[in-house]
């Protein structure tokens, strides 16, 4: 499986993104999807999960109202829509994939694949 993130900009603090995270393959309908983050100086941090079966996602609670993962499994993507944008939600955002029906986690140890990260950055 390979990621492909994609949708990380320069915007102002308020503003709103949507990454992107293409993957190959033929196993994204039965992979949990994940969103990290690394911000400089930090460790990378969960930010929003979504299962294999649809309906079930999770967040950072500093995101929670702002953020929304979904997923389109025809297009193989996973999206991360991100609103109210902060000053801290500056990082390199990096999407990650499961293996085969394993739950969504919050742990990196969950996601056996990683995308090559897109930077976002919030000015004020």
């Known amino acids: 499986v390979q990621l492909q993130a994609s949708g990380g900009g320069l915007v102002q603090a308020g503003d709103s993104l949507r990454l992107s995270c293409a993957a190959s393959?033929?196993?994204?309908?039965?992979?949990?999807m994940g969103w990290f983050r690394q911000a400089p100086g930090k460790e990378r941090e969960f930010v929003a999960a979504i299962s294999w079966n649809p309906g079930t996602t999770y967040y950072l609670d500093s995101v929670k109202g702002r953020f929304t993962i979904s997923r389109d499994n025809a297009k193989n993507t996973v999206y991360l829509q991100m609103n109210s944008l902060l000053r801290e939600d500056t990082a390199v955002y990096y999407c990650?994939?499961?293996?085969?029906?394993?739950?969504?986690?919050?742990?990196?140890?969950?996601?056996?694949?990683w995308g090559q990260g897109t930077q976002v950055t919030v000015s004020s």
């Open positions: 393959g033929r196993t994204f309908g039965s992979a949990a």
């Open positions: 990650a994939a499961s293996s085969p029906f394993r739950a969504a986690s919050r742990r990196m140890e969950g996601y056996d694949y």
